[in-house]
């Protein structure tokens, strides 16, 4: 049974009975850090996931499967969509570091620009000392 007609084979059965999904993920799923857990992803953005698997997910309900199985770069995939939230805004305690970063490069930049319009910078033609050659 080629991959494709193994992933139909399991929407098959899951639409006889939903709860099966856990033990046909631990049977039958490659994905090494999912299958043990049933096929649990966790919460996830489906933005973070390849498209074809993200749009999927965006396009189901809760509670709700793949009615076909969604191919990606990875293979064929039957996926279950338990539960959705919102995406949480991190705080602002979180973000701090960051903040502050963007403010001292905001800063350092206009000191720069400004000390840069303020220099007498002169170009000469020739260098100082030729390149390579050692004084005599």
């Known amino acids: 049974m080629d991959k494709e ?6 929407i098959a059965k ?17 994905d090494p850090g999912s299958k043990g857990n049933g096929g649990e992803l966790g ?19 809760k509670g709700k499967f793949t009615l076909e199985p969604v191919k990606t770069q990875f293979g064929y995939h039957v996926i279950l969509l338990e539960d959705s939230r919102a995406k949480q805004a991190p705080t602002f305690e979180q973000v701090k570091p960051q903040l502050a970063r963007q403010v001292q490069d905001q800063n350092l930049k206009k000191l720069v620009d400004d000390m840069m319009s303020k220099a007498k910078i002169e170009i000469t033609a020739s260098p100082a000392a030729a390149p390579g050659k050692k004084p005599e």
């Open 43 to 61: 919460w996830f953005d489906p933005r973070d996931m390849v498209p074809e698997f993200g749009a999927a997910v965006a396009k189901l309900a």
């Open 5 to 10: 007609a193994l992933a139909k084979t399991i």
């Open 14 to 30: 899951l639409k006889k009975n939903p709860k099966l999904f856990d033990s046909l993920a631990k049977e039958y799923s490659k």
